[in-house]
């Protein structure tokens, strides 16, 4: 049992390591489990919930926001709601969570213009690329420019990100191993679902109250900040901040904890990715690392 936090899941991987590498028999025969203690206590009204982590927070959120909720796209379209309109504010939420983990990589307001604008890029040679960059650069501000040039160490064209700063210049780039991950699918399924969508007397409702939106994005956000104000939020810095009473009826308690139970499917590949990103060596981790990065997705960092 660990905190529910990114901390706690580091100090998980080190004891799975020890008991995959010291006690192998006790994963092999199925008998190491990992509690799933609480990471928010959350108050609504007069209920009390306990939450897993952000992922389960986040879809807690949207589940109370969307309760009596309604988007009217346009003056005169029919109300989207209930499930076409969760299904909608799922997807843009992903594409959204996308922008912010990359943001060290790629400019999150060029990611942010790609989502709202319905861009798609295409490095396929120096015409596409030049014509990705053209389409976004009109919606950037001033102190970012975006320019296709050819990258002689990857033999392929790509989008070079420059953004001003306090007069120092931070690079960023869009390459063709971005257009292939599923982090480029999720806005691109977000944007093309919500391209259009926003017309003149567009407004969000919930309830009794109403408020006239321009983007998704501001009809998401006044939902989200309806519910926030309605509730109160309490995050668990470990398990060791809780009572007794609460550690029981969270994590212990064998009628309503919930445990993840530890195997190994193939002996052969938790091998090699155990020796890879928990062995002495250097090098093979940091390949690991630089060659899935674009890949990797629900990374709370």
Do not use: C
């Not at 952000?54 to 796209?73: M, S, T, V, W």
Request: overall charge negative; glycine content about 6%.
């Amino acid at each position: 049992m660990t905190d529910a936090d990114v901390d706690g899941a580091h100090i998980r991987t080190l004891l799975l390591t020890f008991f995959y590498r010291q006690m192998p028999e006790l994963v092999e025969r199925g008998h190491i489990y990992i509690a799933q203690p609480p990471l928010y206590k959350i108050k609504h009204g007069k209920s009390e919930l306990y939450i897993k982590d952000d992922h389960e927070l986040n879809n807690h959120l949207l589940k109370l926001a969307l309760d009596g909720a309604a988007l009217l796209p346009r003056e005169g379209a029919s109300a989207i709601a209930d499930e076409a309109l969760g299904g909608l504010a799922r997807s843009y939420l992903l594409a959204e969570a996308v922008t912010r983990r990359l943001s060290s990589l790629i400019d999150p307001e060029v990611l942010q213009v790609m989502l709202a604008h319905n861009i798609e890029v295409s490095l396929a040679d120096q015409a596409a690329a030049e014509a990705s960059a053209a389409r976004i650069a009109p919606h950037l501000p001033a102190e970012i420019a975006i320019r296709a040039e050819f990258h002689d160490e990857s033999d392929a064209w790509r989008l070079t990100i420059e953004r001003m700063h306090h007069g120092n210049r931070k690079f960023g780039w869009i390459e063709e191993e971005f257009l292939v991950s599923g982090d480029y699918r999720s806005i691109r399924s977000a944007s093309e679902a919500i391209a259009d969508l926003i017309g003149p007397g567009a407004e969000i409702r919930r309830g009794e109250k109403r408020q006239p939106v321009t983007r998704f994005a501001d009809a998401i956000a006044w939902l989200l900040n309806e519910v926030e104000r309605g509730l109160t939020k309490q995050r668990y810095k470990g398990v060791g901040v809780m009572n007794p009473e609460q550690l029981w009826e969270t994590t212990m308690d064998p009628m309503v904890r919930r445990l993840l139970r530890v195997q190994i499917d193939d002996a052969l590949a938790a091998g090699e990715i155990v020796t890879t990103l928990m062995g002495d060596n250097v090098e093979p981790r940091r390949a690991f690392i630089e060659g899935n990065a674009l890949y990797a997705q629900n990374i709370d960092v």
